[in-house]
């Protein structure tokens, strides 16, 4: 069958670094790469001229961060010619997984950052971080017996002590803004907004969500899950005197933006 638009074989000269490539499972065959800079590749016993440009052109990729097109003779030849004019179509692995998809490449493994090079503690540098907008939202639970949430709710979450809402609300704003000195590596942040809610989730429980904004280099959820807790501490401490039943938790983040990772719904 004669082929159109052939590339002359002057660029199909042999040289030593010639990799095989397999067109279909235990179909390998040789490259030859040109030796005229022009990057042109042609799989081919005999060199022999072959076509731009075939509508089934494969990328492929000549070493790291070197992909260039691949086109396939239609003559039933298997042969392959790399050249620049050819028109590249989405890439074809050389060795695809069973269903036909491409393998995505692994993420690399997640390290802790509050470790140094020996493995010692220490506090992150946040240096070379951009000063962005920070948010993040945190939640945590205060689950009652049954007898005592009964009475907390015919009392309008009124203790001996005062009121258990306004107490918690009160205790989850100062924490926030003293995160820095309970948890050793927090930074100390401007705190630009913080937000605590107390409401009845169930019969049973209370759900306590914090809040936290800032404009700094590294993020919020620290104080969020701080607020939180704390919060949900103060409920208990409250209550205790009714029962030491109460159960606290889970604690979590709901989500975060404004970094390099964003989470959730903030």
């Known amino acids: 069958m004669a082929l159109s638009n052939p590339i002359p074989a ?25 030796m005229d800079g022009s990057h042109g590749a042609v799989e081919s016993d005999t060199c022999a001229a ?17 992909p260039k097109p691949v086109c396939r003779a239609k003559d039933g030849c298997h042969r392959v010619i790399e050249t620049d004019a050819c028109a590249a179509l989405p890439e074809r692995p050389e060795n695809p997984t069973p269903s036909g998809t491409i393998p995505r490449m ?13 493995g010692r503690p220490a506090m992150v540098d946040v240096s070379s971080k951009a000063v962005t907008a920070r948010e993040a ?11 005592v949430a009964k009475q907390l709710r015919a009392s309008g979450l009124k203790s001996a002590k005062g009121g ?11 924490a926030v803004k003293r995160t820095h ?25 209370l759900r306590i969500e914090c809040s936290v904004k800032t404009t700094h280099r590294t993020g919020v959820e620290m104080e969020a899950l701080t607020g939180a807790t704390v919060a949900a501490l103060t409920v208990y401490d409250m209550c205790k005197a009714l029962s030491h039943r109460i159960v606290l938790g889970p604690a979590k983040v709901l989500g975060k933006r404004g970094g390099r990772h964003d989470f959730g719904a903030a």
Do not use: Y
């Not at 000195?181 to 169930?202: K, M, N, Q, T, Y």
């Open 10 to 34: 002057r660029h199909c000269r042999a040289v030593a670094n010639a990799r095989p490539w397999m067109d279909g499972p235990g179909d390998p065959k040789p490259v030859r790469r040109a």
């Open 50 to 66: 072959l076509p731009r440009g075939q509508p089934n052109a494969r990328p492929w990729m000549d070493g790291p961060g070197d």
């Open 106 to 118: 692994k993420k690399p493994a997640r390290t802790l950052t509050h470790l140094d090079p020996q």
């Open 137 to 147: 939202r945190a939640e945590c639970r205060v689950r009652f017996p049954v007898d």
């Open 164 to 174: 258990i809402v306004e107490t918690a609300i009160i205790a989850g704003t100062m």
């Open 181 to 205: 000195e309970l948890i050793p590596f927090c930074h100390p942040l401007p705190i630009d907004g913080c937000r605590l809610s107390v409401d009845w989730d169930g019969d049973t429980a």
